[in-house]
Structure formats: structure tokens, C-alpha cells
């Protein structure tokens, strides 16, 4: 009889440990996956025209560029995961109307951009290197600035070299791919699951081509001399505000920090709308004019 019962209850574990392995492949098939959409035309409110640009990470960037007045900065923006350049539309009229010159774009993989696989910032930093130059090619003696969302973010923080900028904002950035993965766990399935992240992690190299550890934005943030605006929420559970305060620390100056009260990952400007035009505008206006 316990032979019996002993047989059930491995075979029970056998079973569970199956679905939950099914169920870690299936997060790393998602996470992963291309993320394209039909963009459309540029909004008839907005003067610019578009534009493909050729990255190094093996895509055709496909994008906008808004020009401003001549002398008054420019901007590049750099969406988050799984998004495009229709997300960062209300930064780019918030920035056109202050006279900058504008670029957003999607990502690889992303969008209209074609490409394998989502990256979480490895070959998109890649892509965000390529939006500068461009920038540079259309605005050569312009300050340009980066204004980069989660992703968008990291991707801007890890780029290598640094980028040839003047100002960088980020909102939401991940200091690891372990926290990120960790804490979108913890939101689904409770603390417990952190055991479950070596699990996801290691799927990164197969599926990728490179290691977890290069998913490290906390360890590149002591390279950027630049001013940094970093810019978090305090209720936000995906990149948590201790964590945000964490790459913050790591660094190096000029810095600053704003911790929006009430927000979780959302975008920070559609819900604090005034006080984020006051705070990026007179951010970029100060080092970028």
C-alpha cells in the first residue's frame, strides 16, 4: 500500500514539475517573441516624415523625425518592450511643441522593424546607437538628448561605447534581468516563485546567443558622465522603487532622481502629465539649450 502510495505521489511531482517546466518555456517563448504591428501613417497633427534607418543589430529601423527649430536640441525616444513608436506619440508632440527636433522609431523586432527576437535591450542598444547617429547626420551641431522607457532605457544605459549624447532620461529601468524576471514572477505566482528564475535565465543563451549577465544596465550606469534624469514610480511592482533607487546609486554624476508618488509601471507622462512636461522640459532645456 505505501509502495503504491509513494508511486502517486512521484508520479503527481513528475507531472506538476512538467507543467511548470511547459510553463517556463512557454514565458520564454512570449518574452521573446517578435513583436510587429502596422504603425500607419505619421499623425496629421505632427510635421515630419518617415524614415528607415540601418542598425547594426541587423534590422531596418523603420521611424519619424519631427524637425524643430534649428539650434533648440534634439531628442531621440526609445520605447519599451513590446511597444513601438506609437507609445512615445505624446512625448514627441510634448517636445515638438517646445521647438526640439524628434526622432522615435521601433525597436527590432518590433513595430515595422523587423527582426528575431526581442532582446530586452542587448540589440537594441544597438538600434538606439543608430537613431543617435542618425540624429547626428540630420542635426550635426544640435545637443541631442534620449528620453528611454523600461526597455528603451536599459538599452540607452547599456549601450557600448556609451552614447555620444547630452542628456539622458529613463523611466522604470531594470538594474538586472534577474530582478526584472524575479519580480514579474513574485506579481503572478507569489515570493515562492523566485526559485523559478535560473530556470528562465538560463533560456536566454539558447534562444539568444548571449549571456544573462550581459543584461546589466547597474553595471554600466557608472560609465554614463552625462546628467541623468531617472524617473520611477513609487508603486511600481515590475521594476520596484528600491530597485530604481538602486541603479540611481550605481550612478555616477550628475544625477537625478524623481520618484512620481502613486504610479506603477505605466507611462509616467499620461499619468502625471504636467509635472512630468515641467520636469523633463526644464531637465532637457538645461542641458540641451
Known sequence: MMSNKIKIVSYAVGIFLLIIGAAIFAAGSYLTAPNPSVIGELPSDLAGESIVIPSRSGSLLR???LPGEKGAGAVVLLHSLHGSRLSMLSRARLLHDARYNV???DFQANGESPGKHVT????????????VDYMRTRQPEAKIGVIGMSMGGAAAIMAEPPLPIDALVVEAVYPSVDQAIADRLTMRLGSWSSILVPALTFQIKPRLGFEATALRPIEHAASLLIPKLFIAGSEDLHTRLDESR???AAASEPKEFWSVEGAAHVDIYTY???EYADRVLAFLGTHLR
Open 63 to 65: 521611424g519619424w523625425y
Open 103 to 105: 526622432l522615435l522609431f
Open 120 to 131: 530586452f535591450g542587448y540589440l537594441e542598444s544597438l538600434d538606439a546607437r543608430a537613431a
Open 246 to 248: 538602486q541603479l540611481f
Open 272 to 274: 502625471a502629465p504636467k
